[in-house]
């Protein structure tokens, strides 16, 4: 009830959690894992003036990306509602032209956001499914990233690195990684 507040909605994210756990287990076998949660985001003023450079006033919904994770050595293994999976090698973290536009870009961008802060990154094995609308103004890109920062915040930072430096960090792997000029 904390994380989703409407208790109409219970039973459906419970279903939703056992589902993401039973789907994780089907990749990636089962162990002792942990979920993070991200929100998706609504504009109340100011829809997307941000991608010119101007403000928006911004909650946080009831939606979100969930993950299930267990930590592993040396690369980020990441399957997403009906995805491939998704590999990246955490020691290179270059910006690639031809991953422009693409999940990899996204989470290369969030370890090297990471990397240039000196936190500490590592690697992870996930299975991610959202309910944030994609394409719908309610930044289903931004809970991404988010989620990255904050299993990362966990696994590797104690849980110690705020909100709003994830956002930072999301929204720098969004403009110089994918290749999308956003705002905060």
């Given amino acids: 009830i904390d994380i989703y507040v409407d208790t109409d909605q219970?039973?459906?994210?419970?279903?939703?959690?056992?589902?993401?756990?039973?789907?994780y287990e089907e990749y990636y076998g089962e162990g002792e894992v942990q979920i993070f949660s991200a929100p998706g985001r609504s504009e109340i003023g100011g829809n997307h003036t941000d991608h010119q450079h101007g403000k928006v006033l911004a909650c946080a919904i009831n939606r979100d990306a969930i993950g299930v994770v267990k930590q592993i050595d040396g690369e980020i293994r990441l399957i997403s509602d009906g995805s491939e999976e998704y590999v990246v090698d955490i020691t290179d973290l270059a910006i690639k032209e031809e991953e422009k536009g693409t999940t990899l870009s996204l989470i290369r961008g969030v370890l090297a956001g990471f990397q240039e802060r000196n936190y500490k990154i590592g690697g992870f094995q996930a299975y991610i499914t959202s309910d944030v609308l994609i394409g719908s103004g309610?930044?289903?890109?931004?809970?991404?990233?988010?989620?990255?920062?904050?299993?990362?915040?966990?696994?590797?930072?104690?849980?110690?690195?705020?909100?709003t430096d994830i956002a930072i960090i999301g929204q720098y792997a969004e403009n110089v990684y994918f290749g999308k000029p956003c705002g905060l």
């Fill in 10 to 23: 219970l039973e459906y994210q419970k279903k939703r959690y056992i589902d993401t756990i039973t789907k």
């Fill in 138 to 163: 309610v930044s289903s890109s931004a809970a991404f990233e988010t989620l990255i920062g904050s299993i990362l915040s966990g696994l590797y930072n104690e849980m110690s690195i705020s909100s």
